[in-house]
């Protein structure tokens, strides 16, 4: 990203009001976290982040790096500070260029609850009893939601709850999307078995057939699905995501399988490199906050083989869409039409040279193959095509 910025953002726009936090482990710890709840505060007043991949680092990971201290996800941080709603994740597609998918495929994974969240212990036998009290008992009586004997010697018990409150946000957010692209929407759950997921369906059927079944219809979205919101139980998208490479449909789903079948579109779709990652969240006011990032992690073994000086080629395709997304979503925001011309003029641009460098085979070696360009190569060449 340092070469990027200097290369090609810096020669062109003036990021003076930019602000950046350092997410480095060693920052971190060095700052008691404080880098990163200035990180989130920010973000919450600026309401466009860009964010590069951040690594939550292993016990091997803290000894090697002298961290004093566990550091949590900063990722879980965010989702929790801007009241995350969903991480939308979609192919991204270069013209000319066939990857996994030939149409988009979007996703909108629930950004809240679920196993992440999970209180658990390791127990031997003996009896769980899991009870809900109400916040004021002028609300009803106690509820035991769950009694069960534990038999084994060893086992794990887990709780945990999923979050509906902001289930209709994300529904606005998936259904919008959809259209837009032209896709068909799929709600994905395991509702058949997992019966407390049966809430998340309903809420999202009811903002369907409410505000969204006659705009799909007049566009002609619904023609696979007999005319209504389909349902998709999770084993089956997982097949369906490798059979529908021709794309045009989006799923909504779940936090943790949204986690999984966004991996599993990505290998279809070619690399995590090709895949975009954004939160959305919703600040006091309404207004709307919007990180964006690549879905893939800090590429180590690259980075390694980097200070070893070998070659590397690091496709910044997902980076440099979520960075150009960011600075789009924060020209918005600011309401001034001006502003947002230049920046969409520059944003255009940019891309449009990425996309020249791939199809002109100047790509990086995960798409162009032993022939494509270094990592250093590829930057220089789009900052030449910048230039011109
Ligand atoms: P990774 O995504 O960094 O890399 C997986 C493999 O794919 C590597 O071989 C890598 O070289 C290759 N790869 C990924 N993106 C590529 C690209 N754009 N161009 C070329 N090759 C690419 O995942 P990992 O190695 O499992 O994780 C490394 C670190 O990143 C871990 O500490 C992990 O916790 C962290 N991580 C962070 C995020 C995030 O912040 N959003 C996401 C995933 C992983």
Not at 184 to 199: A, I, L
Not at 295 to 306: E, I, M, N, P, Y
Not at 366 to 388: H, K
């Amino acid at each position: 990203m340092e070469l990027i910025m200097d290369k090609w953002v810096k020669p062109s726009v003036d990021i003076s009001k930019w602000e950046f936090y350092d997410l480095s482990c060693k920052e971190r710890d060095a700052t008691n976290d404080q880098v990163l709840k200035d990180a989130v505060a920010a973000g919450a007043r600026i309401g466009s982040i860009f964010k590069e991949p951040t690594i939550t680092p292993t016990k091997e990971q803290m000894a090697s790096m002298g961290l004093t201290k566990a550091l949590g996800s900063p990722n879980g941080l965010m989702r929790r500070g801007w009241n995350g709603i969903t991480i939308s994740r979609d192919t991204i597609h270069i013209p000319g260029i066939e990857l996994g998918f030939k149409r988009p495929v979007l996703f909108e994974r629930h950004a809240v609850g679920g196993e992440y969240g999970a209180g658990w212990k390791k127990v031997g036998k003996g009896r769980v009893l899991t009870t809900f009290f109400p916040e004021s008992m002028d609300e009803g009586k106690p509820i035991i939601v769950d009694g069960r004997e534990v038999k084994d010697d060893r086992s794990c018990v887990v709780v945990y709850d999923n979050p509906l409150d902001n289930v209709e946000d994300l529904a606005h957010i998936f259904f919008q999307r959809c259209l837009e692209a032209k896709v068909v929407p799929y709600v994905v759950t395991k509702k058949t078995v997992f019966k407390w997921q049966e809430g998340f369906w309903q809420i999202m059927k009811e903002v369907f057939d409410a505000d969204y079944k006659g705009d799909f219809l007049k566009a002609g979205l619904l023609e696979k699905t007999h005319g209504e919101l389909q349902h998709l139980i999770s084993d089956a998208a997982t097949m369906q995501i490798i059979r529908w490479t021709d794309g045009g449909f989006g799923m909504a789903c779940h936090n943790y399988d949204g986690d999984m079948l966004t991996d599993e579109v990505a290998q279809v779709h070619r690399s995590p490199g090709f895949i975009t990652s954004n939160l959305i969240g919703k600040r006091e006011d309404g207004a709307l906050i919007k990180e964006f990032e690549a879905s893939h992690g800090t590429v180590a073994d690259l980075w390694h083989a980097h200070l070893r000086g070998e070659e590397t080629s690091m496709n910044p395709l997902g980076m440099v869409v979520a960075l150009l997304g960011a600075m789009d979503h924060s020209a918005s925001l600011a309401q001034d039409p001006q502003l947002l011309q230049v920046t969409q003029h520059f944003t255009k641009c940019c891309q449009a040279a990425v996309y020249a460098a791939f199809r002109s085979g100047k790509g990086t070696r995960d798409m162009a193959g032993p022939e494509g360009q270094t990592t250093e190569q590829f930057v220089n060449w789009v900052a030449e095509e910048l230039g011109r």
